[in-house]
Each structure stands twice: as structure tokens, then as C-alpha cells.
Nanobody, 122 residues
Framework: QVQLVESGGGLVQPGGSLRLSCAAS????????IGWFRQAPGKEREGVSC????????YYADSVKGRFTISRDNAKNTVYLQMNSLKPEDTAVYYC???????????????WGQGTQVTVSS
């Protein structure tokens, strides 16, 4: 059974940090590129970051560049999203998903996790 499970979300103050994890089961995560998306209440889902399967190339939305870092540990079948200098506008449900090659279009992603809530508030 193919499954992605996100974890690591929570409540953090502005300027704080969180590390999200995306753990895969039922398949080898290193066969896929992995993207992180987020969706805030009343807003469309947006791409945050992606890491390729071939050479580990990484991509970031302009809104998170310099603050977020995506990485993968193939031995643990897990992808991470380190989020630093968090802002209230980062508040959203964060999802990871698989794709053959990193893409800006969420419809190209196949398997999705259930999401983890990130709330940035004082």
C-alpha cells in the first residue's frame, strides 16, 4: 500500500523554526521527485518546494527562498522540509506528494499525504 505521512507541524511563534517530515511506505521514495505544497484557509494550494530524484536538485517558491530547505534521506525513505524564520503568512496545512519530475502544477503529482498543520502566531 502506497502511503505518504507528514509530521512535524505545530504552533510556533514568528521567527521560529519547524522541521516537517514526509515518510513513505509501500514504495521507494528515491524513485520519485517529492514536492511540498501548502494550503491556507480560503486560499488555493501552492507549491512550496521540490527535490528531484535524479540529482537532488531543489526548487523553492520565491516566498520561502532563503528560509526553507528541502532534503531527503533515502535510507529512511523520508523527505524533510526545514522551515526557519517562520512568518504568520506561512500558516497553512502542508502536504507532500510524489511526481516524476518537479513541477509547478499540482495535478501532475500522484500520491499525496494527509497534511500537517503549521500555525505561526504569537
Amino acid at each position: 500500500q502506497v502511503q505518504l505521512v507528514e509530521s512535524g507541524g505545530g504552533l510556533v511563534q514568528p521567527g521560529g523554526s519547524l522541521r516537517l517530515s514526509c515518510a513513505a511506505s509501500g514504495f521507494h521514495l528515491d524513485d520519485y521527485a517529492i514536492g511540498w505544497f501548502r494550503q491556507a484557509p480560503g486560499k488555493e494550494r501552492e507549491g512550496v518546494s521540490c527535490i528531484s530524484s535524479s540529482d537532488g536538485s531543489t526548487y523553492y517558491a520565491d516566498s520561502v527562498k532563503g528560509r526553507f530547505t528541502i532534503s531527503r534521506d533515502n535510507a529512511k525513505n523520508t523527505v524533510y522540509l526545514q522551515m526557519n524564520s517562520l512568518k504568520p503568512e506561512d500558516t497553512a496545512v502542508y502536504y507532500c506528494a510524489t511526481v516524476w519530475a518537479c513541477s509547478d502544477y499540482d495535478y501532475e503529482y500522484d500520491y499525496w499525504g494527509q497534511g500537517t498543520q503549521v500555525t505561526v502566531s504569537s
